[in-house]
């Protein structure tokens, strides 16, 4: 298993979701969304995996939040979330091709 859990320092479901991992003695990489954001490549695999529209935090207190269901095209989303990452949902865990967006225990035990 190969766990990295992209999420906000602030975020209380990220720290569940790392408290989760923690508890069953399971390795997970942590990244900070806010510092270092996601690359292109895990963007697109996390998309793949559960969405593009399940990835956009819908009670995000940003400016950017408010003009992102008028873009045209998935690809406008899809940069602007890439720029923006305080715009994404989390915590997204990721288990290889395997993602989860939020906290979701129920879908993490079958992974181990």
Do not use: H
């Not at 292109?40 to 996390?46: D, I, L, N, P, R």
């Not at 989303?77 to 865990?93: G, R």
């Amino acid at each position: 298993m190969n766990i990295q859990i992209f999420g906000k320092s602030k975020c209380f479901d990220t720290k569940k979701a790392e408290r989760y991992f923690k508890e069953r003695r399971i390795k997970y990489q942590m990244v900070d969304l806010a510092r270092y954001g996601m690359s292109k490549g895990e963007f697109t695999s996390v998309c793949r995996a559960v969405g593009l529209e399940a990835m956009i935090d819908p009670k995000a207190k940003d400016p950017d939040a408010a003009m992102l269901p008028y873009l045209a095209s998935d690809e406008a989303k899809m940069e602007k979330l890439l720029d923006n990452p305080k715009l994404l949902q989390t915590p997204i865990v990721r288990n290889g091709k395997q993602a989860t967006v939020g906290f979701c225990p129920d879908v993490w035990k079958t992974w181990e």
